[in-house]
């Protein structure tokens, strides 16, 4: 989820693969699982066979029946996915050991760390922490791969928004409908399906009947999340090959910011070597040939347990920012890429919010209000959500008190952020973790 970085207000924060080295049993998702997760028909078979030895060998004597076989649940049995994806991740894996994700090891001075005792011992006591992010990532993985072959032209927005957060709930085994379920798990902000010159923080709420054509050229930014461990990564789509140097520049690009990104990193030093490599494209629109530039007042993020944003922005243009990444910190590395003036503004309806960490405690007179924030504190606490959220939990009439928690403080709104019309923007994503031995980039998968 995408971070603007202009006016001094702060705004939400919304992978090079060929030179890294993939330990195995790493980010394939179900399709590395090859073990069975239910074996129960041997057991019936042996008591089969032991019944029909018995009956042979006793003459006159009376036969044992057969004990029917148990029908198995389909879900719980389930060997691949589903489409569209409604199997639990943790159904493919009993152990609750979830698949690592790309393994990048430090280099430079930070080389030792591969080896290093100390540092291994304190890699070992994050485990449950790591094994948290990589469940949201097989959920991101295993959902966005459905996303990318089924989402066609043709379709409404609010269809595939929809059919993403399905798959995210019924993956992570948190519907979100029950008080405080969505806080242990299951959406870790809402489905951005941002549109050509339009980059970041456009969902559609209720009622939209916008639909996608063949000539639209697709964000995909969305969020998974376990016990707040938010995995944030996001995609192009398009659907005409005219658009292909757009989506290389800025993939390209934020592999170069991962494979950048490190321990004791200056974050000015990442948004230099990306730039550079975003801005070495071209792309050839109507007959004119344009610079791919890279969005300035857009960054990557850090991200903290419930906080989609922790403070700590990563640029994609060279600047000054002396700010180190540190041992233990997780990171979003997003760039985006336009074919316009490289700079966005507000537009368009809002539907992203958040209730802010540092919300101030201010007497709220409306009686809407007060009722609103209570839901939202129990549904989301400070994880992002957005109209349709609260149409889902049953919520009516609620701008009045919305809008008024919003100039309170206590909530924050996010508008769509956009280049020029008729510019064409596009992002790459991916969460990382710098570990104390390596960096993992939790969020790659066989897609990018």
Same mark, same amino acid.
């Given at each position: ?10 705004? =939400?924060?919304?992978? !090079?693969?060929?030179?890294? @080295?993939?330990?195995? $049993? /790493? #980010? ?6 090859? %073990?069975? =997760?239910?074996?129960? !028909?041997?057991?019936?078979? @042996?008591?089969?066979? $032991? /019944? #029909? ?6 003459? %006159? ?9 148990? @029908? ?23 152990? @609750? ?352």
């Amino acid at each position: 989820m995408a971070a603007q970085a202009s006016e001094g207000m702060e705004k =939400l924060k919304l992978s !090079d693969t060929t030179s890294t @080295k993939q330990k195995s $049993g /790493g #980010a394939n998702g179900v399709n590395g699982v090859n %073990g069975d =997760l239910d074996n129960d !028909d041997s057991d019936d078979d @042996k008591e089969d066979e $032991g /019944g #029909a030895a018995e009956a042979g060998t006793a003459g %006159g004597k009376k036969k044992r029946k057969r004990k029917p076989k148990k @029908k198995k649940n389909a879900t719980s049995t389930a060997k691949t996915q589903t489409s569209p994806p409604r199997v639990p991740v943790s159904n493919f894996f009993p152990d @609750k050991i979830f698949p690592e994700g790309e393994i990048q090891e430090y280099r430079n001075e930070n080389s030792f760390r591969t080896t290093s005792e100390e540092k291994r011992h304190l890699d070992r006591m994050n485990n449950d922490f790591l094994n948290e992010y990589r469940e949201g990532a097989e959920v991101h993985r295993q959902v966005r791969q459905w996303a990318q072959k089924n989402i066609k032209p043709g379709q409404t927005l609010t269809e595939i928004a929809e059919g993403i957060e399905d798959g995210v709930r019924a993956l992570t085994n948190h519907q979100g409908l029950e008080e405080g379920d969505n806080i242990k798990g299951g959406m870790g902000f809402p489905t951005g399906l941002s549109l050509n010159n339009c980059a970041a923080h456009y969902t559609p709420n209720a009622g939209n009947k916008m639909v996608l054509q063949k000539e639209d050229v697709m964000k995909v930014d969305f969020g998974a999340h376990i016990n707040g461990r938010i995995v944030d990564s996001a995609f192009t789509m398009t659907f005409d090959p005219k658009y292909d140097n757009l989506l290389a520049a800025v993939k390209d690009a934020t592999n170069t910011g991962v494979r950048e990104a490190g321990i004791d990193v200056r974050m000015c030093d990442i948004g230099a070597a990306i730039q550079e490599v975003m801005e070495s494209y071209e792309v050839e629109l109507g007959g004119a040939t344009l610079p791919v530039k890279a969005i300035r007042n857009l960054n990557g993020h850090d991200i903290s347990q419930f906080s989609i944003h922790g403070g700590k922005s990563v640029p994609i243009v060279k600047g000054g920012d002396q700010t180190k990444m540190e041992e233990g910190e997780t990171f979003a590395i997003e760039t985006f890429g336009s074919t316009g003036k490289g700079y966005v503004r507000d537009d368009l309806e809002t539907s992203h919010y958040s209730k802010r960490a540092d919300a101030p405690n201010v007497s709220l007179r409306l009686s809407s209000a007060k009722s609103l924030l209570n839901t939202i504190t129990k549904n989301f606490g400070t994880l992002p959500f957005c109209r349709r959220y609260l149409d889902r939990l049953g919520q009516d009439k609620y701008l009045l008190g919305l809008n008024n928690l919003v100039s309170s403080g206590i909530v924050e709104a996010y508008p769509p952020l956009c280049d020029v019309k008729g510019s064409f923007t596009a992002q790459y994503e991916h969460t990382i973790l710098l570990r104390p031995t390596v960096k993992e980039v939790i969020s790659r998968g066989d897609d990018f």
